[in-house]
C-alpha cells in the first residue's frame, strides 16, 4: 500500500495564478483531511471531508476550495494565489472506527511558494 | 482559545542520552492527546494516543505520560539514536462537526541528536 500520497511535490505560483494540489489515499478511509504548516506555528486545518460527495470548511478555509468527488482522492484548489497561500500543505486521513481514536495517516507535503 | 505548547523549543542530546519534552494544552473538550515526530520533509508519524484516564503509554524508546488534572504531558526518549532527530508534536485531539477529530497541533521540539 502507498498509503496517502500527494501531488505535485513541489510548486511554485505567481499572484493570482491557480492550481490544484492532489491527495489520494489507498487505505479505504472515510475521513481526509487538508492541512497547512507554517514556520512557528502548529499544523491547521483548511478544510476535510467526512466521506464521498461530501466537505466542511476547517479553521482556516479562506482562499481555498476542495472536492472530494471520490472516496479515495481529495483535491485543494487555490483560485486566486497569494503570498499568504505559500506554506507546507499536508493531507491525511483516517477510518471511521467507532472510537475516540480515528488515527490519522499524513502524507508527505506539498511546499508551495507564492511569488 | 484551544492552545498547546511545548518546551523546550530545541534541543540538543549526545547519541546515547534520555531526554523529556514538555506539553501544556488548554483544549476543552478533550478527547485524547498524541505524539507525532515530523522527519524533515515528511508528514508526522503516530508515536502514541492516549485518553484522559490513562497516565502512560509507551511504543518502544518513546514513553508519553499524561496528566489530565494539570493538563500536562511529557515524551520520554530512552537511549537516542541519531534516527530520532526530527520534531516532536503534541497534539490534542478533540471532535469535529460531523465526525473525525478535531486536532490542535503545538508548534513541536526540534531534537538533534549528535555524536
Known amino acids: 500500500n502507498a498509503g496517502v500520497t500527494q501531488t505535485p511535490k513541489f510548486r511554485v505560483l505567481k499572484t493570482g495564478q491557480s492550481m490544484t494540489l492532489l491527495c489520494a489515499q489507498d487505505m479505504n478511509h472515510e475521513y481526509m483531511y487538508w492541512y497547512r504548516q507554517d514556520p512557528g506555528m502548529g499544523l491547521r486545518l483548511i478544510h476535510y471531508?467526512?466521506?464521498?460527495?461530501?466537505?466542511a470548511k476547517g479553521e482556516v478555509p479562506d482562499g481555498y476550495n476542495v472536492s472530494r468527488l471520490k472516496k479515495q482522492n481529495f483535491l485543494l484548489g487555490l483560485e486566486s494565489a497569494a503570498p499568504s497561500q505559500t506554506s507546507v500543505y499536508f493531507c491525511?486521513?483516517?477510518?471511521?472506527?467507532?472510537?475516540?481514536?480515528?488515527?490519522?495517516?499524513f502524507g508527505p507535503g506539498t511546499r508551495l511558494t507564492v511569488l | 482559545k484551544n492552545q498547546v505548547e511545548q518546551s523546550p523549543q530545541s534541543l540538543i542530546i549526545l547519541e546515547g542520552k534520555n531526554c523529556t519534552l514538555q506539553c501544556n494544552y488548554t483544549v476543552s473538550p478533550f478527547s485524547n492527546l498524541r505524539w507525532y515526530k515530523q522527519d524533515t520533509g515528511r508528514g508526522p508519524v503516530s508515536l502514541t494516543i492516549m485518553t484522559f484516564s490513562e497516565n502512560t503509554k509507551s511504543n518502544g524508546r518513546y514513553t508519553a505520560t499524561l496528566d489530565a488534572d494539570t493538563k500536562q504531558s511529557s515524551l520520554h526518549i530512552t537511549a537516542s539514536q541519531l534516527s530520532d532527530s526530527a520534531s516532536y508534536i503534541c497534539?490534542?485531539?478533540?471532535?469535529?462537526?460531523?465526525?473525525?477529530?478535531?486536532?490542535?497541533f503545538g508548534t513541536g521540539t526540534q531534537l538533534k541528536v549528535e555524536l
Open positions: 491525511a486521513s483516517s477510518y471511521v472506527t467507532g472510537t475516540q481514536f480515528n488515527e490519522q495517516f
Open positions: 471531508s467526512v466521506g464521498e460527495g461530501t466537505t
Open positions: 497534539v490534542v485531539s478533540g471532535i469535529l462537526t460531523g465526525g473525525g477529530n478535531k486536532l490542535t
